[in-house]
């Protein structure tokens, strides 16, 4: 059987529908986005999914990745406001939004972002001291993703986050900070020290004032009640009871004694011990009351200017 012309050329055709077909469908995985050039000019952004394309006319460009991307920043030495050098180094998070912008507008995307980051984490820092550069990281932070992502929105990225990870003063530097944190804290010791002294010296002040204040209350209540007791004893005296008087006048005796002997400088008390010896000098002193305030006697005891004796033997 013999071959015509058209045999031939029909599976040809198909085979070149066929090529064609399959060079202008173009799929696209899902975080992509694929820029395509017509005669090297963008024209078009391929979506994840099924997409066509002229075949032999329009290309695929830049595969651009649409998902967040993490970007180390490496280790770099930076001179601080009060001139210590200290090694810095961070990482960086970016999304691409705008594929043509990311393909188009900047050539080397990463590196453009790492070089960007680095210059403005010297700037950033450089102008702080060395004790705002370790105790404000999060203002650092804060201060870089404003400036960085600024930068680079033109190139139609987000950076969603700036973080320095670590900050390395030299070792000299590390040691003298040590220093003086260990005198800072001693200082506040110190301080709460003192100030622990200052409120227990008061404590003790207002502790003798009260005290103070109270024996001196005690002493104004005995002194009360002792010129109540000689008051009582007069009005007793001057109506004519010598028994008040001889229990006031004993009492005192006998508070005097007890005065004497408890002495701790007294080791042998020479006087009148005997109860007799003392029954007859209160009955004389009785008697002398009788004269002085007797209402027949009364006027020849303050006649008389001669003051009595009372006479008492010694043991």
Same mark, same amino acid.
């Given at each position: ?11 040809v055709?198909?085979?070149l ?17 694929y ?7 963008y024209?078009k952004t ?11 006319v329009?290309?695929?460009?830049a595969?651009?990745?649409?998902? !967040?991307?993490?970007?180390?920043v ?9 001139n ?23 050539a ?8 960007l980051?680095?210059t403005n ?7 702080m ?8 990281r ?12 600024e ?17 390395n003063?030299?070792?000299?530097l ?6 003086q944190?260990?005198?800072e ?16 010296q008061?404590?003790?002040a !207002?502790g ?17 009640? !002792? ?17 008040a ?23 042998v ?7 007799s ?14 004269e ?7 006027k ?7 003051p009595?004796?009372?006479?008492s033997?010694?043991?």
């Amino acid at each position: 059987m013999a071959f015509t012309g058209l045999d031939v050329v029909i599976p040809v055709l198909v085979v070149l529908v066929l090529l064609v077909l399959f060079t202008g469908i173009k799929t696209v995985s899902q975080g992509y986005n694929y820029t395509v050039e017509r005669f090297g000019r963008y024209t078009k952004t391929l979506t994840p999914g099924l997409n066509l394309i002229v075949p032999f006319v329009d290309r695929i460009g830049a595969k651009m990745n649409m998902m !967040e991307q993490v970007l180390d920043v490496p280790t770099q030495e930076i001179i601080t406001r009060d001139n210590a050098i200290v090694a810095v180094d961070g990482v960086a998070f970016y999304q691409v939004l705008n594929a043509p912008q990311a393909a188009y507008q900047v050539a080397g995307l990463q590196n453009a972002i790492l070089n960007l980051t680095m210059t403005n984490i010297r700037t950033v820092m450089g102008s702080m001291d060395l004790d705002e550069l370790l105790s404000n990281r999060d203002a650092i932070n804060e201060r870089l993703l404003r400036v960085v992502d600024e930068a680079a929105h033109p190139w139609g990225i987000k950076v969603t986050r700036v973080e320095i990870k670590d900050i390395n003063p030299p070792a000299n530097l590390v040691e003298s900070m040590a220093r003086q944190m260990m005198a800072e804290r001693t200082k506040r010791a110190q301080i709460l020290e003192a100030e622990g002294l200052k409120q227990s010296q008061i404590l003790e002040a !207002e502790g003798r004032r009260e005290a103070a204040f109270r024996d001196a209350e005690a002493r104004e209540r005995a002194a009360e009640a !002792e010129a109540r007791a000689t008051q009582v004893v007069s009005e007793a005296i001057s109506k004519g009871d010598v028994q008040a008087l001889n229990y006031f006048v004993a009492q005192k005796y006998t508070e005097a004694l007890a005065k004497i002997g408890s002495a701790s400088n007294s080791k042998v008390v020479l006087m009148p011990m005997e109860a007799s010896s003392l029954i007859g000098t209160l009955g004389g002193i009785g008697e002398i009351a009788k004269e002085v305030f007797g209402s027949d006697g009364g006027k020849q005891s303050r006649q008389s200017t001669r003051p009595p004796v009372v006479r008492s033997t010694e043991s």
